[in-house]
C-alpha cells in the first residue's frame, strides 16, 4: 500500500509502491545519434521543401517562414508560384529515427537566389539530400544538382507530383542525370510519400561509392 507524506509545505504527497519498477532511463542523445545523417533538402522556390520536411518529422519542425512583403517585388520570380505568400528565410529543421541508431536530421534550404548564399553552410557535413522537383519549373533545380554534384554529395530526386506532367524518363532525361541517381515520384504532403523518399535516399547512401579522384598531372 502506497503511503501519504506531506511536504515542506504540509500538502499531502503519496509515495509510489515499494516494488514499483523503476521508470526506462532514456539514453542520451549522443548515444542514439551515434549514426546521425545530417540531410538537405533542395530545390526551386515553392516547390515543397517545407512541406516534405513538416510533414515527415517526427518532433515540431523548426521553421523559418516568414510572410512575404513587398521587398520582394522585382527580386523573387512569383509568377509559377502567385499564391504564395510565405517563405523560407534560413532553413527548416526536422528529425526523424529510421531505427534504433539511424536518425536523419533534415535540413530544408531556402529556395530564391538571394538566399543561396546559405547553401554552402547549409551542405557543409550533410551525407545526401533530397532533390525536389516540380515538373512545371524543372530549370529551378538545376542549380541545386550542380552544387550536390560539386560537393560529390550524393542525392535523389523527387517529382512533387503537384498535376499531371512529364513521365520519369523525360524528366532524368531533362536533368540530364546520372542512371546511378534515383529518381522517384512523391507528394510532400503525405508522411509516407515523404518517408519512402528518406529511405530510397539512406539506401542510396548506403550503395554510394564517392568517384575516384582525378590522377595528378606530372609537370
Not at 20 to 47: C, D, E, N
Not at 52 to 69: C, I, N
Not at 169 to 198: K, Q, T, W
Request: aromatic residues 6%.
Amino acid at each position: 500500500m502506497p503511503s501519504n507524506d506531506s511536504d515542506v509545505h504540509g500538502r499531502t504527497t503519496t509515495a509510489p509502491p515499494e516494488h514499483a519498477p523503476p521508470a526506462p532511463a532514456r539514453p542520451p542523445l549522443a548515444s542514439t545519434a551515434s549514426q546521425a545523417l545530417k540531410i538537405v533538402v533542395v530545390g526551386g522556390f515553392g516547390v515543397g521543401k517545407t512541406t516534405l520536411v513538416g510533414s515527415v518529422s517526427e518532433m515540431r519542425p523548426l521553421s523559418t517562414e516568414e510572410v512575404m512583403t513587398q521587398a520582394s517585388d522585382g527580386v523573387d520570380d512569383l509568377r509559377a508560384v502567385r499564391d504564395k505568400r510565405t517563405t523560407t528565410a534560413a532553413f527548416d529543421f526536422g528529425r526523424i529515427t529510421i531505427d534504433a541508431t539511424r536518425v536523419l536530421y533534415l535540413f530544408g534550404a531556402p529556395g530564391q537566389k538571394r538566399f543561396w548564399f546559405l547553401w554552402e553552410q547549409i551542405f557543409t557535413g550533410s551525407l545526401g539530400a533530397v532533390v525536389l522537383v516540380d515538373t512545371a519549373r524543372v530549370e529551378d533545380s538545376w542549380y541545386a544538382i550542380d552544387r550536390l554534384e560539386h560537393h560529390h554529395t550524393p542525392f535523389v530526386v523527387a517529382v512533387n507530383r503537384f498535376a499531371p506532367g512529364p513521365n520519369l524518363h523525360d524528366v532524368r532525361n531533362a536533368l540530364d542525370l546520372s542512371n546511378d541517381v534515383p529518381l522517384l515520384e512523391c507528394d510532400a504532403r503525405r508522411r509516407e510519400s515523404s518517408r519512402d523518399v528518406l529511405v530510397t535516399l539512406v539506401r542510396h547512401l548506403s550503395r554510394y561509392r564517392p568517384p575516384a579522384p582525378a590522377p595528378e598531372r606530372s609537370s
